[in-house]
């Protein structure tokens, strides 16, 4: 603009005014879509509300749009959005995830439990020690 007004060179004008030549040549881009881009964020979130801000991107992308894991993580703060807890569900006694089923004991002698135990004699040699149970009369 200055190089206009007085007949100087980029290269004075910058230097005169103590600013990098690059700054001139600058171009700042505008995020008109940025009311859409928003818009569409919800709208995923309402839709998979188990997904993060890194997963809402993939999608946006596979959808054809332009954008940046930091500005979508930008909108998902202004926005004050955050995933949900996942709720543990409690287990009921007698599911096992391993296949190995579990009972409740009803009577004297139904239902054993088995527990090794490995310690050390004061002297270093090892100790194996198995403790058997009966879960009815913790005896």
Request: proline share 2%.
């Amino acid at each position: 603009m200055l190089q206009h007004c007085f007949n100087v060179s980029e290269r004075r004008a910058c230097k005169t005014l103590g600013v990098a030549r690059s700054t001139q040549r600058y171009k700042a881009t505008t995020k008109c879509d940025e009311g859409s881009l928003t818009t569409r964020i919800m709208e995923l979130v309402r839709e998979f509300p188990r997904l993060g801000y890194r997963q809402i991107t993939r999608l946006l992308r596979q959808q054809g749009w332009r954008v940046n894991f930091k500005r979508v993580y930008r909108i998902w703060r202004r926005e004050g959005l955050k995933v949900p807890v996942k709720k543990v569900k409690k287990r009921r006694l007698g599911d096992s995830g391993g296949g190995i089923v579990r009972r409740r004991a009803e009577r004297p002698n139904h239902v054993w439990a088995l527990d090794f135990i490995f310690d050390r004699t004061c002297n270093g040699r090892h100790l194996k020690i198995l403790t058997v149970i009966d879960e009815f009369t913790r005896e």
